[in-house]
Structure formats: structure tokens, C-alpha cells
T-cell receptor, first 114, second 113 residues
């Protein structure tokens, strides 16, 4: 059982494809996040949404496009990705978008760009 | 920019022994320090956290200490068990903004039987 669900678990896409990652949280939280996890690197924050409004975009390339239609759902739309974008993409939620609110992560989507 | 240094990157201990993982941070505005555990193929999960008004916090076999003057904090696991094998991440952030949380690069802990 998990409070944060991500689909798909695995995704292989070519550099010209368009795909979307989906995240859903069942915890009643007000903030949602996208993180990128690459081997031997710290977790990188990509986007933060608070009550469906984007509050942070950490200089992420425009080939990554987030969408938050409501406080329970978060998407990451992907297009014309590069091989170096291959990584584990983690969605997370927290009660509030403040620094001392613990993060609840999903299981992630393992993305491979060929 | 601000960063969090985590050491060691890998750690192997005999079952039953203790394990210590250390982190240092640079942002003096940081006042919340969580630790996450990520088992192989699974999501990171919060195991313990500490706030800057506290020097030490304990939860069964896990403890975290914080030295705000020196800007370092540590995770201590006693009486280690096979299920403690995982990657552990420290993080530091100011209360004000979740977007300013910075993670360490992780420690892969292996427990030898």
C-alpha cells in the first residue's frame, strides 16, 4: 500500500517520442514534487507545486513539462529527451510546501532514453 | 551554491555492530534535517528527522545528532540487522521553503551476516 502512486514503473522511449509520467497522492497533501534520481548523485528537485500552483522550477530544460490539474495529481510530460535524461523520476508529496514537512515518495518511474 | 556532503559513500558492517553516517551542510539557514532510507528498487522513506532546536533524537535503534555550530549531523544505527541494508540519504532545509531542501549523495550500507 502506498500513499503516492506512480505510473508507469518503467519507460523506454526514443529521443523523438512524447510520453507522460503520472503521479497520484492519496494523503490529502497540499504540495507535490518531481525529483530526478541519477546514479551516485544527490536527489535533484525539478518542480514544486502547492495547491496546483507551480512554486518552483529549478532551471529544468523545457523538454520536461509539468502539469498539476488538482492537488492529488501530477504529470510530467516528456518530449525530445536526451540519453542523459535516463534516470529514476520520483514523485513526492508533503503536507505543506515548507522545509520541515516530510516528503512521501512514490516508487518512481525508471526512464531509459534510447 | 549550497550543498550537503555525506560520508562515507559505502559502508559495510558486521551484523550486530553499529553504523555511523555523517553529513555536513553549508546553508546556515538550514534548521530541518531528515534522513531517508531507500531499499533496493523501492522508494525513499523518512526514518528520522531532527530540528535545529534539538541536539539529539532517538527512535529505538536509530539516533540522529546535530551540531549546529559545526554544521554537521550524523545518523547512528545500533545492533544492525540485515534489513538495515539500504541507501541512506541525509538532507538539510530551512523551514521556510521546501524548494530549498538539499540532499546528500547517499551512503550504501551493507550488513554482513
Amino acid at each position: 500500500e502506498t500513499g503516492v502512486t506512480q505510473t508507469p514503473r518503467h519507460l523506454v522511449m526514443g529521443m523523438t517520442n512524447k510520453k507522460s509520467l503520472k503521479c497520484e497522492q492519496h494523503l490529502g497533501h497540499n504540495a507535490m514534487y518531481w525529483y530526478k534520481q541519477s546514479a551516485k548523485k544527490p536527489l535533484e528537485l525539478m518542480f514544486v507545486y502547492s495547491l496546483e500552483e507551480r512554486v518552483e522550477n529549478n532551471s529544468v530544460p523545457s523538454r520536461f513539462s509539468p502539469e498539476c490539474p488538482n492537488s492529488s495529481h501530477l504529470f510530467l510530460h516528456l518530449h525530445t529527451l536526451q540519453p542523459e535524461d535516463s534516470a529514476l523520476y520520483l514523485c513526492a508529496s508533503s503536507q505543506d510546501p515548507v522545509g520541515n514537512s516530510p516528503l512521501h515518495f512514490g516508487n518512481g518511474t525508471r526512464l531509459t532514453v534510447t | 551554491g549550497e550543498n550537503v556532503e555525506q560520508h562515507p559513500s559505502t559502508l559495510s558492517v558486521q551484523e550486530g555492530d553499529s553504523a555511523v553516517i555523517k553529513c555536513t551542510y553549508s546553508d546556515s539557514a538550514s534548521n530541518y534535517f531528515p534522513w531517508y532510507k531507500q531499499e533496493l528498487g523501492k522508494r525513499p522513506q523518512l526514518i528520522i528527522d531532527i530540528r535545529s532546536n534539538v541536539g539529539e533524537k532517538k527512535d529505538q535503534r536509530i539516533a540522529v545528532t546535530l551540531n549546529k555550530t559545526a554544521k554537521h549531523f550524523s545518523l547512528h544505527i545500533t545492533e544492525t540487522q540485515p534489513e538495515d541494508s539500504a541507501v541512506y540519504f541525509c538532507a538539510a532545509s530551512p523551514y521556510s521553503s521546501a524548494s530549498k531542501i538539499i540532499f546528500g549523495s547517499g551512503t550504501r550500507l551493507s550488513i554482513r551476516p
